[in-house]
C-alpha cells in the first residue's frame, strides 16, 4: 500500500528561497550513488546566469519539501525552446510519497503552456518514462549511456542531433 500524499502546493522560486533549495538539493543527493555533490551550486550557477529558466518548490504546512529546476538546451540542428530538466530534490524523508512527481508533472504543464517544445534529462529510465519520457536515439548526449538520455517532445517534430546543456553543467 502506498503512503498517502502528503498536502503540498507548488510554487515558483522567490527571493529567500535559495538557502533552503540549496540544503534541500544537498540533502536529496548526498546519499546517491551517482551523485558528485555538484547539485546546489549548479542550481547557483543556473541562477546567476540567468538559466534557471523555470524553478518550483512544494511546501507543504511547514517549509519547503522539494524543488525542481528547468534550463535551456541547444540541439545541433538549431531547434528551439527545449529545456533540461533538473535537478529534482526532495527531502530524504518524504521522498517516495509522490512530491517529486507533482513538481515533475508541473513543470511539465508550465513549460507547454510557455510554448516549450521539448524537454530533456538525464536519469532514471525505469522512473521518468511514468512522465511520458523515451530514449530517442536521434537526440544524443555524449558521455552517459544512452538508455538514460531520455525526452518528452511537447510540441512539433522532434529534432536531432547533440544536445548541450547550459554553461553551468560544466
Known amino acids: 500500500m502506498t503512503a498517502p500524499q502528503p498536502a503540498i502546493t507548488i510554487r515558483p522560486e522567490a527571493p529567500g528561497d535559495e538557502e533552503t533549495i540549496f540544503a534541500l538539493t ?85 513549460l507547454r503552456q510557455a510554448g516549450a517544445r521539448g524537454i530533456v534529462l538525464l536519469g532514471s529510465n525505469v522512473y521518468y518514462p511514468r512522465f511520458g519520457f523515451v530514449h530517442e536515439p536521434q537526440l544524443t548526449y555524449p558521455g552517459a549511456p544512452p538508455e538514460f538520455f531520455q525526452c518528452l517532445l511537447l510540441e512539433g517534430e522532434l529534432p536531432s542531433g547533440e544536445v548541450k546543456f547550459s554553461p553551468a553543467f560544466g
Open 26 to 110: 544537498e540533502t536529496a543527493f548526498e546519499p546517491m550513488p551517482f551523485s558528485d555533490g555538484s547539485e546546489p551550486e549548479l542550481i547557483n550557477r543556473l541562477r546567476a546566469d540567468g538559466d534557471l529558466t523555470l524553478s518550483l518548490v512544494a511546501e507543504d504546512a511547514e517549509r519547503i519539501v522539494g524543488h525542481i529546476a528547468f534550463s535551456p538546451v541547444t540541439i545541433d540542428d538549431g531547434a528551439s525552446d527545449w529545456y533540461g530538466l533538473g535537478p529534482v530534490s526532495v527531502w530524504p524523508e518524504l521522498q517516495k510519497q509522490g512530491i517529486g512527481g507533482a513538481l515533475i508533472k508541473r513543470g511539465i504543464a508550465d
